[in-house]
């Protein structure tokens, strides 16, 4: 039970509500055996709808009772005619709504509602519509009544459009929004869709959608659902599913496919194609990381003559589905050891939307008038959120140290979402360190020194050979990390790890160091036991280094390694 | 007068006491028998199980009373081909889960419906592929899910559909930096949770967020000590228990999410809690139920 205050009474005031107490449990306790037996007796009549009402009355969840009463109108439909079946309807509607009156949130309540209106044969749609209207006038976050109301649009046909007239209005005259807004972001998409992008809005509209949201919050800055809804307007749609990269290692005989999202594809209804030369070959393919079912990075090992170095050169072509625009091509030249085809993060939005003038325009003005906001509101968390936002989507790079400034601004501003605020500066500052690593067309990436908590987007860094990421917070290299298979050199110095399961089955992995970090015992280490090129391991300022005889345990754990350095 | 008031859901609250005895390691307090006794006869022929005795069979009671069941090793006291042969028949052809015969659709009963044949191990008897769709289809603009497909936003919907995706193997779908925003934005200046954007602070949304957080794997994301504070602010120090928010009354339902939010936050005189099933930890383990959380 929910919001009842707990209050000290006197002994007479307690006893007399003891006493009323028992005397509503006796009734209480009357009707539901009279019900009972009714039921036993398969008496289906007047008189249980009354006393199931007067239950229901008071106590709106006892689901059966509403159960007990659709029992009761099944039998009146084919007992009784149809005017009188239509008036007990009628009743039952006035019934409900007296009940919704005391209780508006009852589940029971709303879906016999439902039922009812479902079986009348002359349904009054429009009156169910003002009924919410007025229901959501007295409470408009009452989603019990919002769904009701989703009911009786379906079933009336009410166009769309009306519906989100409906939502403008309540948006510009009321403060409690949210559910408008939720409500809203179903309709827009279906009113004015953006034909490339699934679920999102004609960039027209999308503009004018901008300026009202703007509005909102310029008008109510501690309006929350307003900045969450914006936050949606500017994000991009999810991204349809992608072959990445294709990557071909001749001396490894080995094939990598990175996928935009994880997919399966050993399930039934999947096929990844192999061609070499234009011969289809069906190999087995494997998840980078062994048990997972879905993965987005997968690979498979070539049979013997496959990649001959007799040939000028070869081409290795997948295919997903017998899907022609889920492919991808590589040419690998004679004498190459390994050859790859990739898509740019920047081509592929993976980051952030490709904008038009118009609206790269529209929101460099908004960032402007939200800087604004910010110097009268310097607490406004929301304000600073979304000044990072708009900075991310107009030019990442450029913005760059601006929006580490407005993070310490945030954690400041809400201190208790530091964590967030953290994780989510790691995710776009990782960002900025693979689009430079494009731009610089090179296979190595620096993430040092940049208070990365966490690892993000290691799925498109399967071509990395040489990572810097010393100097962070990270506590640990996940399973994630299994995809960092060109992975060559490894530098993960001053951190607080403690935990490199991820460091395991990496094939080109020859040199790591993890200098000044948190790993306690060889056992941590095991992971690196896969790792069969590796000769290079630097462990020094650990606390593992200060355990009795540890190079000698480490020399048996990892035999491959020629240089294990712990002082 | 509350006891008789409550018997519409007695089975979830016999399975809120239970379980909350057993994370204190008091499990052995209980009558085991006497809840056998109760839980036997609850079973209609239709194979679903009622709230109490004279109440009709629901998916929601069919959970707990399989929760209790599996709490005390006892599955055996039911027919447990009729339970799956119940759910099997609330499924839609939407992929949805209606809650019982008269047909209310709601992802909590999707959850209700894989997390009682998870326990059971016969995820495979119904369509999962098309349940996923559904459930999916429930995903809003906020990375959160609703009772329907157009329904808002709700901490106790989302709990459902993520446990619901962790069945399932499919957390994969979930943009989970996008919800665990959402849902680390439930914490209010007290130090408490909410269910959904400019609502009041209540126990049990320790759980529903919680759970939800540990699921996608940003429970970190939640200002931990502040939480435990407020939680321990809604015990009474006369009665014992938890209320909803300080101050006001307690009841075994706040008590139970209150003692499991702890839990999730690491306190150490409370048996490990699994975030899907609501369950001490050894429990799912003991029956090797297959979960995979994100990191």
Same mark, same amino acid.
């Given at each position: 039970m929910h919001g009842r205050i707990k209050v000290k009474s006197t002994e007479e005031q307690k006893e007399q509500k003891a006493k009323e107490r028992a005397k509503k449990l006796q009734f209480y306790q009357a009707t539901t055996a009279a019900i009972s037996e009714k039921r036993k007796d398969h008496q289906f009549d007047q008189e249980v709808l009354e006393l199931t009402g007067q239950i229901l009355s008071v106590n709106p969840d006892y689901a059966t009772y509403w159960n007990l009463r659709r029992q009761i109108f099944l039998h009146f439909e084919h007992e009784k005619e149809p005017e009188e079946v239509k008036s007990i309807h009628q009743k039952e509607l006035f019934f409900l709504e007296t009940c919704l009156r005391v209780n508006p949130k009852s589940y029971g309540t709303w879906h016999h509602r439902c039922w009812v209106m479902d079986h009348m044969q002359e349904p009054d749609w429009k009156r169910e519509l003002e009924l919410c209207n007025k229901f959501l006038e007295y409470d408009e976050r009452n989603f019990h009544c919002w769904d009701y109301r989703r009911f009786v649009v379906q079933r009336s046909a009410v166009p769309v459009e009306e519906e989100l007239a409906y939502t403008s209005r309540l948006i510009s005259t009321n403060f409690s929004n949210y559910s408008s807004w939720h409500y809203r972001s179903t309709l827009l998409p279906i009113v004015h869709p953006d034909h490339k992008r699934q679920g999102r809005i004609s960039e027209k509209i999308l503009l004018k959608e901008y300026e009202l949201v703007q509005n909102a919050f310029f008008t109510d800055p501690n309006d929350q659902s307003a900045w969450f809804y914006y936050r949606w307007l500017l994000g991009r749609a999810d991204s349809l599913l992608k072959i990445n990269c294709l990557y071909v290692n001749r001396d490894q005989r080995r094939i990598l496919v990175c996928f935009s999202r994880p997919v399966n594809v050993l399930s039934k209804s999947s096929k990844l194609i192999l061609f070499v030369d234009q011969k289809l070959i069906l190999p087995e393919w494997r998840p980078v990381a062994g048990q997972k079912t879905y993965s987005c990075v997968w690979l498979c090992d070539l049979p013997e003559c496959t990649l001959d170095n007799g040939s000028l050169h070869q081409d290795i072509k997948v295919v997903w589905d017998g899907d022609d625009d889920l492919q991808k091509e590589c040419t690998i030249y004679k004498g190459k050891r390994e050859s790859w085809c990739r898509d740019s993060a920047t081509a592929e939005e993976l980051f952030r939307c490709q904008m038009s003038v118009e609206k790269s325009t529209q929101l460099q003005s908004e960032l402007e008038s939200c800087k604004q906001l910010q110097e009268l509101e310097p607490d406004n968390k929301w304000c600073l959120l979304t000044v990072i936002l708009l900075m991310r989507a107009l030019d990442p790079l450029g913005y760059e140290n601006e929006t580490l400034q407005y993070f310490k601004a945030l954690k400041v501003a809400d201190a208790m979402r530091t964590r967030y605020y953290n994780d989510l500066c790691s995710k776009f500052v990782i960002e900025n360190c693979i689009l430079k690593m494009e731009y610089a067309e090179v296979r190595v990436i620096d993430m040092s020194?940049?208070?990365?908590?966490r690892l993000c987007y290691l799925d498109q860094m399967v071509l990395v050979t040489h990572m810097n990421l010393s100097g962070n917070q990270l506590t640990c290299l996940p399973p994630s990390f299994l995809t960092m298979q060109c992975l060559e050199v490894l530098n993960a110095d001053d951190n607080s790890i403690e935990n490199v399961s991820g460091l395991s089955n990496l094939p080109q992995l020859e040199e790591v160091t993890l200098r000044n970090n948190c790993i306690q015992t060889p056992a941590d280490l095991q992971p690196l036991a896969s790792c069969l090129k590796l000769s290079f391991l630097d462990l020094k300022g650990n606390p593992v280094c200060n355990l009795p005889n540890i190079h000698s345990e480490l020399t048996l754990l990892l035999p491959q390694v020629k240089e294990i350095i712990l002082q | 007068m509350e006891y008789c008031m409550s018997e519409y859901l007695r089975m979830s609250g016999v399975y809120w006491g239970l379980t909350v005895m057993d994370l204190m390691g008091q499990l052995h307090r209980m009558n085991k028998d006497e809840i056998l006794e109760f839980v036997k006869p609850c079973q209609h022929e239709c194979g679903g199980i009622s709230a109490s005795i004279g109440h009709d069979p629901h998916l929601l009671y069919t959970l707990s009373a399989v929760q209790i069941l599996t709490l005390y090793n006892s599955l055996h006291v039911i027919d447990v081909d009729k339970v799956v042969e119940y759910v099997k028949s609330l499924q839609q052809p939407d992929g949805s889960f209606a809650g019982d015969q008269w047909g209310e659709i709601d992802t909590r009963f999707s959850f209700c419906a894989v997390a009682t044949l998870a326990l059971l191990g016969r995820? @495979?008897?119904?369509d999962i592929d098309k349940a996923v769709e559904f459930v999916l289809s429930c995903?809003?603009? @906020?990375?959160g899910f609703g009772c329907r497909p157009g329904s808002e936003s709700h901490a106790g919907q989302i709990y459902c559909c993520t446990g619901f995706l962790a069945i399932t193997g499919q957390l994969h779908q979930v943009n989970a930096d996008l919800l665990g925003w959402w849902l680390c934005e439930r914490q209010l200046p007290s130090g408490g949770l909410n269910g959904r954007p400019e609502k009041l602070p209540d126990v049990c949304y320790s759980w529903w967020v919680l759970a939800s957080l540990k699921i996608i794997g940003r429970l970190h994301w939640i200002d931990r000590e502040k939480l435990e504070h407020f939680i321990l602010a809604c015990q009474d120090e006369e009665t014992g228990g938890f209320a909803d928010r300080p101050g006001d009354m307690v009841d075994p339902f706040h008590t139970l999410f209150g003692i499991a939010g702890l839990s999730l936050l690491g306190n150490e005189q409370i048996k490990p809690v699994n975030p899907v099933f609501c369950m001490p930890e050894e429990v799912p383990r003991r029956i090797n139920v297959k979960l995979e959380l994100l990191n």
């Open positions: 020194h940049k208070n990365l908590t | 995820l @495979d008897a119904v995903m809003n603009f @906020d990375g």
